[in-house]
T-cell receptor, first 109, second 112 residues
Framework: KNEVEQSPQNLTAQEGEFITINCSYS?????LHWLQQHPGGGIVSLFM???GKKKHGRLIATINIQEKHSSLHITASHPRDSAVYIC???????????FGKGTHLIIQP | NAGVTQTPKFRVLKTGQSMTLLCAQD?????MYWYRQDPGMGLRLIHY???????AKGEVPDGYNVSRLKKQNFLLGLESAAPSQTSVYFC???????????FGPGTRLLVL
């Protein structure tokens, strides 16, 4: 079983819909990251969470440390939100990230 | 301020050939990482470095070597390339007091 599990793997929605992507992890962590990867490959950090909730524009990320679960929400989705969204965790120290397999999101006009 | 750059962007190798991928960062970051991304697998950590002159193994280190002779550069070497090393390779860096990892644009490697 992977240490970081994301769902769904693929998601197609209509413009304007509320989007939720889930991430569960099975190890102790110091931080959880949400990353975005557009076609063409570049990876951009969206959020880093160690507790609670963060909001940036139309994106909201939450984490429940006790349940080892995080969600990424997109409000008023737009075709430009189409990308792969990746959840990753860091256990501590200088450790690298352990990644989920990603959620491929397509927002249709 | 270029951030994290990777050289080359794309390379085709024959089985058994060697090559070195270069990662450079201009943010004075202590920590640097090499990941590989394969379809259906997600990104996986190959090797990492916590400072100049130091390296450590990650999740999938076999078949790779690394060096960090200068703080700003982290090199990933393939001594004898195998088709299983066909992948997209990403470098990342961060400072010890910050959480955000900054990724390079990736190197697409095809081993025939």
């Amino acid at each position: 079983k992977n240490e970081v599990e994301q769902s769904p793997q693929n998601l197609t929605a209509q413009e304007g819909e509320f989007i939720t992507i889930n991430c569960s992890y099975s190890v102790g962590i110091s931080a959880l990251h949400w990353l975005q990867q557009h076609p063409g490959g570049g990876i951009v950090s969206l959020f880093m969470l160690s507790s609670g909730k963060k909001k940036h524009g139309r994106l909201i990320a939450t984490i429940n440390i006790q349940e080892k679960h995080s969600s990424l929400h997109i409000t008023a989705s737009h075709p430009r939100d189409s990308a792969v969204y990746i959840c990753a965790v860091r256990r501590g120290g200088a450790d690298g990230l352990t990644f989920g397999k990603g959620t491929h999101l397509i927002i249709q006009p | 301020n270029a951030g994290v750059t990777q050289t080359p962007k794309f390379r085709v190798l024959k089985t058994g050939q060697s090559m070195t991928l270069l990662c450079a960062q201009d943010m004075n970051h202590e920590y640097m990482y090499w990941y590989r991304q394969d379809p259906g697998m997600g990104l996986r950590l190959i090797h990492y470095s916590v400072g100049e002159g130091t390296t450590a193994k990650g999740e999938v280190p076999d078949g790779y070597n690394v060096s960090r002779l200068k703080k700003q550069n982290f090199l990933l070497g393939l001594e004898s390339a195998a088709p299983s090393q066909t992948s997209v390779y990403f470098c990342a860096s961060r400072g010890p007091a910050e959480e955000t990892q900054y990724f390079g644009p990736g190197t697409r490697l095809l081993v025939l």
